[in-house]
């Protein structure tokens, strides 16, 4: 359980932040909007909170607010966890990409006929996959091996490969073998994916 739990959120994170990182970068560096210079400093400061007090902050929004409490414990709180929990470099990195593509392909797109979801995911997404391999890797690996930001948010029913290997090595169970072998199967999953994604930015 705990495998398929680790593999959902990492598959979840590996897959949905390159997409999300690489909208909000569009938006700050695209838009007009009035608001892009507040999302870019949220984005920022976001980077100077640890995991753990994360995690505590959406415990305290998930209990405190009424129609969220069914979220606590569930795979759904952790999924939003490790999705945002990267948005810093990701976001960051597609900024940079974007400045660096300049604006013509889309603005070719839109003379075309093309309107903006069209050019976003024909000609924009292509040109940034490498990308978004990279960004995809990146997350995959931290989700799968994520501690402190869902230590507080997880259950006995969405307990992840990495809180398990916590449980084993704590002072009152002290299965330190039982948390090695944990570890080295975590390593696995991500060695695994890290060569996938290798040859998919090579093409």
Not at 52 to 79: D, E, K, N, P, V
Not at 111 to 118: E, F, M, N, Q
């Amino acid at each position: 359980k705990a495998t398929r739990t680790t593999l959902v959120l990492a598959v979840t994170a590996g897959v949905g932040s390159p997409l999300l990182f690489s909208v909000i970068a569009y938006l700050i560096v695209r838009t007009k909007w009035r608001g892009r210079s507040i999302l870019d400093s949220v984005i920022w400061v976001s980077a100077a909170f640890p995991g753990i007090i994360s995690g505590l902050g959406l415990l305290m929004l998930f209990l405190g607010t009424l129609g969220l409490t069914w979220l606590y414990g569930s795979i759904w709180a952790l999924i939003l966890v490790v999705i945002i929990s990267g948005n810093t470099t990701g976001t960051n990195v597609f900024k940079g990409i974007l400045v660096q593509l300049g604006s013509d392909l889309e603005e070719a797109g839109r003379v075309s006929g093309a309107g903006w979801l069209r050019t976003y995911f024909r000609i924009v997404i292509p040109v940034l996959m490498p990308t978004m391999v990279l960004i995809g890797a990146l997350n995959f690996i931290s989700a799968a091996s994520t501690t402190a930001s869902i230590v507080l948010l997880a259950s006995r029913d969405t307990l992840t490969l990495s809180l398990l290997a916590l449980e084993r090595a704590s002072a009152g169970i002290n299965r330190v073998e039982e948390a090695g072998i944990i570890t080295l199967v975590i390593m696995f999953l991500t060695l695994g994916l890290a060569l996938i994604a290798r040859q998919f930015g090579l093409r």
